[in-house]
């Protein structure tokens, strides 16, 4: 038995010393002791200049972080510690980095060293740039081979001697600051056939001076004159009417002014029949406008001038489909116009307000389109809430966001809706595209108003040419596009109902160089950032919120 536990305890003895040299001598690797890391491997940080954090964790080391290259981040805090009896220890990192002004991303490696053993922990830093933090992206896609109605233009009415003062007539300079070379861009230029021929000379110089900048003039009568009129009771009042017996003498009264114009140096490019028909300058019921136009519309036109009819005060289909559904009034009617005094813009606001608007965006494609017409005209609308207000503060014609989602907006829809021109009431009033001498007018005598740049954007981008096809992927941009005949040139109109700054994404091929301007509350027509897209394939252009924009790409 002793002889059996002599044997047991040198086995025992024996495992035992193996255990311990195979713990001291064996193969094992050694538990680590020192060691200095980043806690993550990757950061992303913003485009705007700013301060990020990022752990590390070290034990029984010193340490130091540096940057392989020279890069957008300014400075490291701290940038070495540590030491080599502590344990297990995490330390914070403040890393301040500057703007990314550039239009593409890019990142910066930084290099976390273990002094003790040389053994290296990196970190990768990706800064976008300073438009993805300011500007939400949005794509705008156009597509010119989808083509729309012809853009005549834009303009205004020029003031009339017989309703205004002379001070508030528009000058020379002033009619060049809207016409001219170096203007507003406007092309459309509309007059008054004065009933008193004496007073016919009043509008030449300013006309001649619209004209010889390659505007279009159109004219039309408000008052048939006091000789050839009668009155009638119209909603329990005596209003002026032209006489059945006296129309082939007011159509000669509309070819003389004609004449006069054009021997005076104006050709004249449109005229109207009437003014508002269904209101109370001379009153005309439809089938008496249709009668006249389908007696003597040729008889005007033979001068060589186009017709406009009928004109109506909200292009109200009653005078409207009268014109159009007859083959001989259609005929001699070369120009659909109307105004949109009865709501058109609001139309969530009710049934009556839509309908019009859908009555009018449909005559184009459903009665004009491929029947050799100048299209639908808006030929006279205003905007002036709250003039009648002693408290300025309700001048609401002074609010930019008034301007935007009034006039802005109108225009927009108009251009959506197949419209070929758009022209507003008086071109020099409080509430129109230049101050007067009024004291509610938002600027001073001759200066333009926030009205007149937005009538700019269109005039200067959308006129002479076709519009097309667009869509954005942000419900809050409305935008129109258009392209020149030679389909080298494509222009785009926008208006930015967010309060957010956006980067306009818009593809497109073989772009040879693209410019833009924008107008805010604060800014008139200001140059802004474009350029080329990081593909190559199209171009950005940064605008602001609340603004309208327009871009011109040339390919």
Same mark, same amino acid.
Request: glycine share 8%; charged share 20%; aromatic share 10%.
């Given at each position: 038995?002793?002889?059996?536990?002599?044997?047991?305890?040198?086995?025992?003895?024996?495992?035992?010393?193996?255990?311990?040299?195979?713990?001291?001598?064996?193969?094992?690797?050694?538990?680590?002791?020192?060691?200095?890391?980043?806690?993550?491997?990757?950061?992303?940080?913003?485009?705007?200049?700013?301060?990020?954090?990022?752990?590390?964790?070290?034990?029984?080391?010193?340490?130091?972080?540096?940057?392989?290259?020279?890069?957008?981040?300014?400075?490291?805090?701290?940038?070495?510690?540590?030491?080599?009896?502590?344990?297990?220890?995490?330390?914070?990192?403040?890393?301040?980095?500057?703007?990314?002004?550039?239009?593409?991303?890019?990142?910066?490696?930084?290099?976390?060293?273990?002094?003790?053993?040389?053994?290296?922990?990196?970190?990768?830093?990706?800064?976008?740039?300073?438009?993805?933090?300011?500007?939400?992206?949005?794509?705008?896609?156009?597509?010119?081979?989808?083509?729309?109605?012809?853009?005549?233009?834009?303009?205004?009415?020029?003031?009339?001697?017989?309703?205004?003062?002379?001070?508030?007539?528009?000058?020379?300079?002033?009619?060049?600051?809207?016409?001219?070379?170096?203007?507003?861009?406007?092309?459309?230029?509309?007059?008054?056939?004065?009933?008193?021929?004496?007073?016919?000379?009043?509008?030449?110089?300013?006309?001649?001076?619209?004209?010889?900048?390659?505007?279009?003039?159109?004219?039309?009568?408000?008052?048939?004159?006091?000789?050839?009129?009668?009155?009638?009771?119209?909603?329990?009042?005596?209003?002026?009417?032209?006489?059945?017996?006296?129309?082939?003498?007011?159509?000669?009264?509309?070819?003389?002014?004609?004449?006069?114009?054009?021997?005076?140096?104006?050709?004249?490019?449109?005229?109207?029949?009437?003014?508002?028909?269904?209101?109370?300058?001379?009153?005309?019921?439809?089938?008496?406008?249709?009668?006249?136009?389908?007696?003597?519309?040729?008889?005007?036109?033979?001068?060589?001038?186009?017709?406009?009819?009928?004109?109506?005060?909200?292009?109200?289909?009653?005078?409207?489909?009268?014109?159009?559904?007859?083959?001989?009034?259609?005929?001699?009617?070369?120009?659909?116009?109307?105004?949109?005094?009865?709501?058109?813009?609001?139309?969530?606001?009710? !049934?009556?307000?839509?309908?019009?608007?859908? $009555? #009018?965006? %449909?005559? @184009?494609?459903?009665?004009?389109? =491929? /029947?050799?017409?100048?299209?639908?005209?808006?030929?006279?609308?205003?905007?002036?809430?709250?003039?009648?207000?002693?408290?300025?503060?309700?001048?609401?014609?002074?609010?930019?966001?008034?301007?935007?989602?009034?006039?802005?907006?109108?225009?927009?829809?108009?251009?959506?809706?197949?419209?070929?021109?758009?022209?507003?009431?008086?071109?020099?009033?409080?509430?129109?595209?230049?101050?007067?001498?009024?004291?509610?007018?938002?600027?001073? !005598?001759?200066?333009?108003?926030?009205?007149? $740049? #937005?009538? %700019?954007? @269109?005039?200067?981008?959308?006129? =002479? /040419?076709?519009?097309?096809?667009?869509?954005?992927?942000?419900?809050?941009?409305?935008?129109?596009?258009?392209?020149?005949?030679?389909?080298?040139?494509?222009?785009?109109?926008?208006?930015?109902?967010?309060?957010?700054?956006?980067?306009?994404?818009?593809?497109?091929?073989?772009?040879?160089?693209?410019?833009?301007?924008?107008?805010?509350?604060?800014?008139?027509?200001?140059?802004?950032?474009?350029?080329?897209?990081?593909?190559?394939?199209?171009?950005?252009?940064?605008?602001?919120?609340?603004? #309208?924009? %327009?871009?011109?790409?040339?390919?």
């Amino acid at each position: 038995m002793k002889h059996l536990k002599f044997i047991l305890c040198t086995i025992l003895f024996s495992l035992s010393y193996f255990a311990c040299e195979d713990e001291t001598n064996g193969d094992e690797p050694i538990k680590e002791v020192s060691y200095a890391r980043f806690m993550q491997k990757d950061m992303t940080v913003s485009g705007l200049a700013g301060v990020s954090m990022v752990m590390i964790e070290w034990a029984e080391t010193e340490w130091e972080i540096s940057s392989e290259t020279a890069g957008f981040v300014t400075d490291i805090s701290p940038s070495q510690g540590g030491n080599t009896t502590d344990k297990n220890r995490n330390v914070r990192i403040k890393i301040t980095y500057g703007a990314n002004t550039t239009v593409q991303s890019r990142s910066q490696k930084l290099v976390l060293t273990n002094k003790t053993t040389g053994e290296k922990s990196e970190l990768l830093i990706e800064q976008g740039t300073e438009i993805s933090a300011l500007y939400k992206e949005t794509t705008v896609i156009v597509d010119k081979n989808a083509q729309y109605q012809y853009i005549a233009g834009f303009g205004g009415m020029c003031n009339p001697k017989i309703w205004l003062g002379s001070n508030n007539l528009i000058t020379a300079d002033e009619m060049n600051k809207m016409y001219g070379p170096d203007g507003l861009g406007y092309n459309i230029l509309r007059l008054m056939i004065y009933p008193n021929q004496n007073d016919w000379a009043a509008d030449v110089a300013g006309a001649k001076i619209a004209l010889q900048n390659g505007a279009i003039i159109f004219a039309c009568p408000w008052d048939c004159t006091d000789a050839l009129a009668d009155k009638i009771t119209r909603n329990g009042e005596d209003v002026k009417h032209l006489k059945h017996e006296n129309y082939e003498a007011y159509a000669n009264h509309i070819v003389s002014y004609i004449n006069y114009m054009k021997d005076n140096g104006v050709r004249l490019y449109a005229v109207s029949v009437q003014n508002e028909p269904d209101m109370d300058f001379t009153y005309w019921t439809p089938s008496e406008m249709l009668d006249f136009v389908k007696r003597y519309g040729a008889t005007i036109r033979a001068t060589g001038v186009k017709l406009m009819s009928p004109e109506a005060c909200g292009f109200q289909p009653e005078y409207t489909d009268p014109i159009l559904n007859d083959a001989q009034a259609f005929d001699n009617t070369d120009i659909v116009a109307g105004h949109l005094y009865q709501g058109f813009v609001k139309v969530e606001s009710g !049934s009556y307000v839509k309908n019009r608007h859908d $009555y #009018i965006c %449909s005559l @184009y494609n459903s009665k004009l389109l =491929g /029947k050799g017409k100048g299209g639908w005209w808006m030929t006279e609308h205003l905007y002036n809430d709250g003039e009648s207000e002693t408290d300025p503060a309700k001048w609401e014609f002074w609010k930019w966001e008034y301007n935007m989602v009034n006039l802005a907006k109108e225009i927009h829809l108009c251009m959506d809706g197949y419209c070929s021109a758009y022209i507003y009431w008086y071109l020099k009033r409080f509430y129109g595209m230049m101050g007067d001498n009024d004291n509610r007018t938002p600027v001073a !005598s001759g200066e333009i108003t926030k009205n007149g $740049y #937005i009538l %700019s954007h @269109y005039a200067k981008y959308a006129a =002479g /040419k076709t519009r097309i096809k667009v869509n954005t992927s942000n419900e809050n941009l409305l935008a129109t596009a258009y392209t020149n005949a030679a389909g080298n040139e494509i222009t785009l109109v926008l208006l930015n109902f967010s309060s957010e700054a956006m980067n306009l994404q818009i593809p497109l091929s073989n772009v040879k160089s693209v410019d833009a301007a924008e107008t805010t509350e604060n800014k008139n027509m200001q140059q802004i950032t474009t350029g080329a897209l990081n593909t190559g394939s199209g171009v950005f252009a940064l605008i602001s919120g609340n603004s #309208i924009a %327009s871009i011109k790409i040339t390919l």
